[in-house]
């Protein structure tokens, strides 16, 4: 399993994990090209279908990330984002898909160092749960 | 869209360099909907733009995707490029393979892999993409400022000379803030009351500025160009009309000379009722609810003292908090800063010993209009000092503490060193125990070497401790010059309080949206070249709560805060973004779960001729976050630019492609 590389979906809110995710690169803090990002306006927009879709696609994994608790650029996205994550996780769970593989971070525009630390370990993380089964099914 | 233009950027070597340009060239050249491909060195030159705009006219495009640095750094030009093509703007999409891809993947295949990824889901996404318009919007010719610090000032008066109406919103009883409380200004020796009283009454004087003081905003919500402004106006129990500032009740107070004088660094004491300083401006008095033995009690004497020989018959214990709500189109944020409390640092002994004070409350004692009158003394016995000593960086520059320099802290100790000599002469010993002297400023080094030049001692070394000996005070400090250790008696140590971010930034951060850094202060849209603006639209920052500055800095920024502002206030409309939400009304059955989802009360729903209900989008109270389309279980609410299609044709490459 050792040369498994997971391909991971980030979705990122304009607002702070996307200004983060910029403030690493700025920075030149290197972390896994596995990451491929999506940017949304908020967390909130992120619809769990989305989640499921790039699942289904066979993505090894979904990160999304928004404004810390009270920083939502429209004050409450990243509550209603961080609630739908809880309940899809339940729902995979009855799928049989490894919830962990969908992953809740708030990130703020300063914190570049903790995008690519997220970064790193949801990869190692991934790579320890190993390839979604339902990769190549397409 | 099937005539998509892919624009790959090589930045320099700052994309080319890990990406390989002409791969990824290539690669976009073969995707479905592409007609052209091409690469430039510089794509936001007026050659790249040329390059995008000559292509679109050649080649018919009806979409473009241009990958190369983060959407936040260039949308805005592409999307003009695009335009003044003859393409709607909002056709493009930006493929970011520079902050999120060449800058932080060094492995040139991984780069150029990822980088080729992106830039197809660019395409997918633009195959999707409609033409929108953006609506105009009435700007409201208001500015609201929030601190009336120096900065706040100095906004306040900049945007009401350009004819703009202005809030200024302070919390305080009189504007002047910080810069009030200093005796002198470095490097100058300017008396700072002198340079910043004129100010003030020109903020008093001017038509176009309403001052709301002892005030605070509670709460501000819509967005550029009309945002609406909650202010709670806290009483005074003094009528504001009435009152003359004669001072009268502040002689009779039963309280005082028993309550910690907080503009005084509470050196002094103050009575109940209170002119926080001479040239306060509005120059009213105030009384303090928590010390007021009337309004605590009920009673005070026989009647209250200040009631009594108050002539203007100003004093009103009815009054209460007053909510007064307006609109402005801008708004500039100046709240300062806090000192940081030295008791964090206990080896310093602050709190527990006197004789250890902090700059500031070394400023009041110098003061002429401070508690001593202009006497430096040493607070636990009133007596001369025969020797100060001055700890530098106390927090700053601190991984435990502050990691920052608070950029005054140096100057601040020279000037001081200077003052006291001019005060107490020539016998008393000045000792500076400094990491560096950052003298950085215009003429800031000129000052430090007249300084170094007089008598005064620096040890160059952070001190371990400060001791209190039956004599007084020893200071532990090893100076890294000569190698040695050094135990300095001293009557009285000044600590140089690392500055930080005011303990209320984070709740009015919330309250404006606007963000703050990992130190807490207020986070500015780009550090080199929007220096003053933040994320949020028509929202700016000036002065310390952006981070520590010396006056000038902060006097400069505000300035620059102000005409920015102005920018916005000269326009008669603006252009509203369009990336909002809107409902198709085919498909939505009226649950009106959207309605719930809303922070913004924009969705509202409508009953229609056949009484059903649908949702309607209010466009104008819309921020465009996509909260209620994430939620619509029918899938009717959209959101322009980010409609579900839209983002899936993205989530397909990407989740796609292992
Ligand atoms: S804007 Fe970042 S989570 Fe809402």
Redesign the interface.
């Known amino acids: 399993m050792s040369d498994f590389e997971p ?1 991971i ?1 980030a979705f990122l809110c304009n ?2 994990a ?2 983060g ?2 403030l ?3 920075s ?6 596995n990451v ?7 967390s ?7 989640v499921l ?8 994994g979904v990160l999304i990330a928004g ?1 810390h608790p ?2 939502c ?5 990243n509550y ?2 961080n609630r ?1 994550v809880i309940l899809l996780k339940e729902l995979l769970q009855q799928l049989n898909i490894n919830p962990r593989r969908v992953r809740f971070e708030y990130v ?4 570049g160092q903790k995008f ?1 630390n997220v970064v790193k370990e949801f990869v190692e993380e991934i790579k320890e749960i190993g390839p979604n089964p339902l ?2 099914e ?1 | 869209m099937d005539r998509i233009g892919v624009f790959v950027c090589h930045c320099g070597v700052n994309i080319a360099a890990t990406v390989d340009v002409d791969e990824v060239v290539d690669f976009a050249g073969k995707l479905d909907g592409v007609v052209v491909s091409k690469s430039y060195k510089y794509m936001c030159s007026d050659n790249g733009a040329n390059l995008i705009k000559e292509s679109i006219k050649k080649f018919k495009l009806d979409g473009v995707v241009v990958a190369s640095c ?3 750094m260039h949308e805005h030009t592409f999307r003009r490029v695009v335009e003044e093509a003859g393409l709607n703007p909002f056709v493009l999409e930006i493929a ?1 393979i ?4 060449s ?5 040139r295949k ?2 150029t ?2 980088a080729k ?2 830039v197809k ?1 660019a395409v997918a996404k633009v195959r999707l993409l409609e033409p929108l318009v953006r609506e105009k919007v009435k700007v409201t010719p208001k500015a609201l400022v929030v601190g009336g610090g120096i900065a706040g000032i100095q906004a306040s008066l900049d945007l009401s000379e350009k004819g703009f109406h202005v809030y200024l919103v302070e919390k305080e009883p009189s504007i002047g803030g910080r810069m009030a409380q200093l005796d002198k200004t470095f490097p100058t020796l300017d008396c700072a009351s002198c340079i910043l009283t004129p100010k003030m009454m020109d903020v008093k004087n001017h038509p176009n500025i309403e001052l709301f003081a002892y005030s605070e905003v509670v709460s501000v919500d819509g967005s550029i160009g009309n945002y609406r402004v909650k202010v709670v106006r806290k009483p005074r129990y003094v009528d504001f009309d009435k009152c003359t500032g004669c001072g009268d009740c502040v002689n009779v107070c039963r309280m005082k000379g028993k309550v910690p004088d907080e503009f005084n660094m509470n050196l002094g004491k103050r009575g109940a009722v209170y002119i926080p300083f001479p040239q306060a401006i509005p120059l009213k008095a105030t009384i303090d609810p928590e010390q007021c033995l009337f309004l605590r009690y009920g009673k005070c004497g026989r009647s209250p003292a200040c009631q009594d020989v108050c002539e203007a018959e100003a004093i009103d214990f009815t009054q209460r908090e007053e909510l007064v709500e307006f609109e402005v189109g801008v708004i500039v944020v100046a709240t300062g800063y806090d000192l940081l409390d030295p008791s964090a640092l206990y080896e310093y002994g602050y709190s527990r010993y006197k004789d250890v004070i902090t700059t500031l409350e070394l400023e009041r004692l110098i003061s002429s209009s401070g508690p001593t009158g202009g006497e430096i003394v040493c607070p636990s016995d009133q007596r001369k000092p025969g020797s100060v000593t001055f700890v530098l960086c106390v927090g700053s520059r601190d991984e435990t503490v502050c990691t920052w320099c608070c950029r005054v802290g140096c100057m601040t100790a020279l000037k001081q060193a200077y003052l006291l000599r001019e005060h107490l002469g020539d016998d008393v010993e000045i000792n500076i125990c400094y990491t560096d002297i950052r003298s950085f400023g215009k003429r800031y080094e000129e000052f430090y070497r007249r300084i170094r030049g007089v008598k005064t001692n620096f040890f160059r070394g952070r001190p371990s401790e400060v001791k209190e000996k039956k004599d007084g005070l020893t200071i532990d400090v090893f100076d890294t010059m000569t190698n040695k250790l050094f135990e300095i008696k001293t009557d009285l140590v000044v600590l140089v309080p690392a500055v930080v971010p005011r303990n209320d930034s ?1 709740d009015l ?2 309250i404006l ?1 606007v ?4 130190d807490g202060f207020f ?1 500015e849209a780009h550090p080199k070249l929007k220096p003053m603006d933040t ?2 639209d028509g929202i700016f920052i000036a002065g310390c709560c952006q981070g520590p500055k010396d006056i000038q800095d902060s006097v400069a920024q505000a300035s620059g805060a102000a005409s920015r502002a102005a920018n916005i206030l000269s326009k008669e409309e603006l252009e509203a973004e369009p ?1 909002i939400a809107f409902v198709d009304e085919d498909f939505c059955s009226g649950c009106a779960t959207c309605v719930s ?1 809303c ?2 009360n924009a969705i509202e729903l409508m009953k229609k001729e056949d009484n059903k209900y649908v949702a309607r989008v209010v466009e104008a109270l819309c ?5 209620c ?3 619509c279980p029918s899938g009717a609410m959209q ?1 322009k630019g ?1 409609k ?1 299609d839209q ?2 044709a ?3 490459v ?5």
């Not at chain 2, 921020?623 to 909260?627: A, E, F, P, Q």
Request: hydrophobic share 35%; proline share 4%.
């Open positions: 391909n979906v607002w702070c996307y200004a995710a910029d690493a690169g700025t030149r803090l290197i972390y896994p090209a491929k990002p999506i940017r949304v306006m908020c909130g927009r992120v619809d769990p279908v989305f879709e790039a699942l289904k696609k066979g993505a090894d404004c009270g920083d650029h429209y004050q409450s996205g209603k984002a739908r703020s525009a300063s914190e690519a990769r190549g397409q | 983060s959407p936040q970011n520079r902050e999120q891809c800058w932080v993947h060094p492995d991984e780069a892999e990822k990824l992106l889901g984070s951060g919330k949206h963000s703050r850094g990992a986070l994320f949020t990336l989802v922070s913004f921020k465009g976050c996509g909260s389309v994430a939620a959101q980010f579900d983002i899936l993205v989530v397909d990407l989740g796609g492609e292992a």
